[in-house]
Nanobody, 123 residues
Framework: QVQLVESGGGLVQAGGSLRLSCAAS????????MGWFRQAPGKEREFVAA????????YYVDSVKGRFTISRNEAKNWVYLQMNSLKPEDTAVYYC????????????????WGQGTQVTVSS
């Protein structure tokens, strides 16, 4: 059974940093796309970042470029999202997701989802 388990969320002041982690288990993810999405209160879930498990350039939504970095540890089946220079508008529940293919930026492409971790950025 595939499981994605996020951790690392919390409360941080504006300008601070957090690193989210996603532990992936239950199958081989070597051909998958691993993504991070977020959902703020009253808003739709949106794409944040993604990376192909077997390498290649990462993808980011414009609002986080230069501040967030997605990476993976192939040996341990972990995916990370390093978030720097956090802003109050980054406040959301962050979800880890895995896709076998399809459009990287689209929710419907992702087959597996974690339960989410809350990130709150105070001003």
């Amino acid at each position: 059974q595939v499981q994605l388990v996020e951790s690392g969320g919390g409360l941080v002041q504006a300008g601070g940093s957090l690193r989210l982690s996603c532990a992936a288990s239950g199958r081989t993810f070597s051909n998958y796309i691993m993504g991070w999405f977020r959902q703020a209160p009253g808003k739709e879930r949106e794409f944040v970042a993604a990376i192909r498990w077997n390498g290649g350039s990462p993808y980011y939504v414009d609002s986080v470029k230069g501040r967030f970095t997605i990476s993976r540890n192939e040996a341990k089946n972990w995916v990370y999202l390093q978030m720097n220079s956090l802003k109050p508008e980054d406040t959301a529940v962050y979800y880890c997701a895995a896709a076998r293919g399809g459009r990287i930026f689209t929710l419907e492409s992702y087959d597996y989802w974690g339960q989410g971790t809350q990130v709150t950025v105070s001003s």
